[in-house]
C-alpha cells in the first residue's frame, strides 16, 4: 500500500492538497470525517467545540492513535492520501500498518493561516483569533508540532496555489507512479 499522510496546523492548506492529490486519481480519506461521524453519531452539532471536544475525549479513553486506528478500517485502496494526521501516535500506528508511508507537513504563518479560516467558512472553523488560538493550543497538545517535525516533506505554503500545486503533484506523482506505474 502507498500512502502520502498530510499534516499541519488548521488552515495551512492542508485540504488544498489533498484536493491536488485527488486530481491525481488518489483515493483520499479525511481524519476529520471520522471524527464528525463520531460527533453526529452522538447527536451533536459539527463545530469547533464539539470536534475537539469528542476528539480529544477519545484520545484519552481510547488511545492517542484512536483516530488513526478508525481511517484503516476504512482503507480499501492499494494507494492512498490521508488528510490530517496530527500525533505521533497516529505517525507510529500508520508506519506499523502501511507498508510505503510518506508524512507531508504542510506549514503556513498564523496570520495567514487564520485569514484562510476566514475565507474557507468551515462548519468546524474558528470565527475569531482567540478561537484559532484557542485550538492550535489543543491541537498542539496533541501533538501536532511533533508530527510536523518528523515529516518526511516540508512545504512552506505562503505563496499562490501554483506553487503549492507543484509541490504536491511532485510528492504524490513520485509515489504514485512508482506504484502503479504511470497512470497519469
Not at 469547533?48 to 482503507?75: F, H
Not at 499562490?160 to 506504484?179: P, T
Amino acid at each position: 500500500m502507498t500512502t502520502v499522510a498530510f499534516t499541519g496546523m488548521p488552515g495551512s492548506g492542508k485540504t488544498e492538497a489533498v484536493k491536488i492529490a485527488q486530481r491525481q486519481g488518489i483515493k483520499v480519506v479525511r481524519m476529520g470525517d471520522i471524527i464528525w461521524e463520531e460527533v453526529t453519531r452522538r447527536g451533536l452539532r459539527i463545530n469547533d467545540d464539539n470536534v475537539g471536544r469528542i476528539a480529544s475525549e477519545l484520545r484519552v479513553t481510547q488511545g492517542k492513535d484512536i483516530w488513526a486506528r478508525r481511517i484503516l478500517l476504512k482503507i480499501r485502496e492499494d494507494t492512498v492520501i490521508i488528510d490530517g494526521v496530527r500525533s505521533y501516535e497516529e505517525v507510529e500506528t500508520f508506519k506499523k500498518r502501511l507498508r510505503d508511508f510518506t508524512l507531508v507537513a504542510i506549514h503556513a504563518s498564523p496570520t495567514v493561516r487564520y485569514n484562510r479560516i476566514l475565507q474557507r467558512k468551515r462548519t468546524d472553523d474558528a470565527t475569531t483569533l482567540e478561537q484559532l488560538q484557542k485550538r492550535d493550543a489543543r491541537e498542539r497538545a496533541w501533538g501536532i508540532g511533533n508530527v510536523i517535525a518528523m515529516a518526511d516533506k516540508m512545504f512552506i505554503n505562503e505563496g499562490n496555489l501554483d506553487e503549492l500545486r507543484i509541490f504536491v503533484e511532485e510528492v504524490v506523482g513520485k509515489k504514485y507512479n512508482a506504484r502503479d506505474g504511470n497512470r497519469r
